[in-house]
């Protein structure tokens, strides 16, 4: 029996158009001026010191700032880059400049499971404050109250089986009644090592993985048939 889902952003709950085309390039248009004004903030510090860490050597703000950008365009998954990139996105969503991208099946059917008492997290390489922002900033209000948890880069790698080991341990389930979703092959392996349910959200031309069942839609996820 499920008692637990953790689901992916990208590709699965959200459309990759939506973070590729809309949420990145915003990023990086305002990466720059946004370091610049906020250099002597105390939570934009802690950042430039986090990317200080990672390059080995002590770099001016205009370094950090070309680094950031390049990181942006190699998609690297780099933790002060996720967290500085949901500080930008923040300002935009108030601004509103956009508004988060969710499928409509995703949200009845997340809204069904909270109902039925199921607990629900969210994992993603985007920042635990950037995932708030996309289901609290959604197409259908605020969503952030469906989910029990968030998890980022800082609970570990996703295609790193420790990492979902470390979520299984903080839902307080066994691992057979936890079911990850994800568009991802590698995330899904690396759940499925760590004894998770997995499925597959083949929604736009992904690779199969065929060591678990495959949907394109929420809706048609049968929690009854799994386990």
């Not at 802690?46 to 070309?66: C, F, M, P, T, Y």
């Not at 990181?71 to 969503?93: F, H, M, N, R, S």
């Not at 059917?109 to 995932?131: D, T």
Request: with cysteine; glycine share 8%; net charge negative.
């Amino acid at each position: 029996m499920i008692k637990a889902i953790v689901t992916d952003i990208e590709g699965t709950t959200s459309s990759l158009s939506f973070v590729k085309d809309v949420l990145f390039p915003y990023a990086r248009q305002h990466m720059a001026d946004y370091v610049r004004k906020n250099a002597d903030a105390t939570e934009v510090q802690v950042q430039l010191e986090e990317v200080r860490k990672i390059a080995g050597k002590a770099l001016n703000v205009e370094a950090i700032i070309s680094l950031l950008i390049q990181w942006i365009d190699e998609d690297q998954k780099v933790t002060p880059l996720k967290t500085l990139q949901g500080y930008i996105w923040q300002a935009g969503y108030k601004a509103g400049d956009f508004s988060g991208h969710v499928y409509r099946d995703a949200v009845d059917k997340l809204r069904e499971w909270h109902a039925q008492g199921i607990k629900l997290y969210v994992f993603s390489s985007g920042s635990v404050k950037a995932q708030k922002l996309i289901f609290g900033h959604s197409d259908f209000g605020d969503l952030t109250t469906l989910f029990n948890g968030y998890f980022d880069t800082r609970i570990g790698n996703k295609r790193d089986p420790d990492a979902y080991q470390h979520i299984i341990e903080e839902t307080g389930c066994a691992a057979i009644e936890v079911l990850f979703l994800s568009d991802i092959v590698e995330e899904l392996q690396a759940a499925d090592e760590a004894g998770m349910q997995t499925i597959q959200l083949v929604r736009e031309g992904q690779a199969a993985w065929h060591g678990c069942p495959q949907v394109n839609s929420f809706e048609l996820i049968d929690l009854d048939t799994i386990g």
